[in-house]
């Protein structure tokens, strides 16, 4: 059902999309939109991702995006929230999106991320490497058994993006909602 107050959150590797398939999913199911990146930017005043990185390491990233995320799941409701692609990597948001959302992978295959990624590889900070495709190949391969949890699993390899909101409308659809 796509009726109702509960939220989806789109997961997914970098690339895959989540963002621009996450607003068009909002505005077609009359929700709100969030995305984590946005939000952790905003409580770091504005310092982008790569900046807090470098400045203060992962490690940092990782708790600030983990209490945005954690909050988000527990107090927005009829939403859309886009979550950053290595999120899921964090157990406690992991438990907390499969328990309290509908989660929806955007998988693509490797070839198509990294066509998407090649020439902005500066902005992923994750994919600051010697070998930045062999360094993602290894995150999707760490990544992937924890997307494969997800409520809907939407294989867009092909799909227009307008097609890839319709089809995750179908299949919402087709469940009962959480
Ligand atoms: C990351 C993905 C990024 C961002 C950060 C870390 C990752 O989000 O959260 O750079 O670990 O793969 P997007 O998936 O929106 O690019």
Do not use: C
Not at 64 to 82: C, F, G, H, Q, T
Not at 117 to 141: D, F, I, S, T
């Amino acid at each position: 059902m796509e009726s109702g107050t509960y939220s989806y959150t789109l997961i997914g590797m970098s690339g895959a999309g989540k963002s621009t398939i996450g607003k068009m999913l909002a505005k077609k199911t009359d929700r709100f939109f969030y995305d984590s990146d946005s939000e952790v930017v905003r409580a770091a005043g504005g310092m982008k991702i790569p900046v807090i990185f470098e400045k203060y390491g992962e490690k940092e990233f990782r708790r600030l995006e983990k209490e945005i995320l954690l909050d988000l799941i527990a107090k927005k409701s009829n939403s859309v929230i886009s979550t950053g692609g290595g999120a899921m990597m964090q157990t406690e948001i992991a438990e907390a999106d499969f328990a309290k959302t509908t989660s929806i992978w955007l998988k693509v295959s490797e070839s198509a991320l990294w066509e998407r990624q090649k020439h902005n590889v500066a902005a992923r900070p994750m994919l600051n490497a010697e070998n930045p495709r062999e360094r993602m190949q290894k995150l999707l391969a760490e990544r992937e058994p924890i997307f494969q949890k997800a409520d809907v699993i939407i294989e867009q390899d092909g799909l227009s993006m307008k097609e890839i909101v319709e089809l995750i409308r179908t299949k919402l659809n087709e469940r009962s909602p959480k």
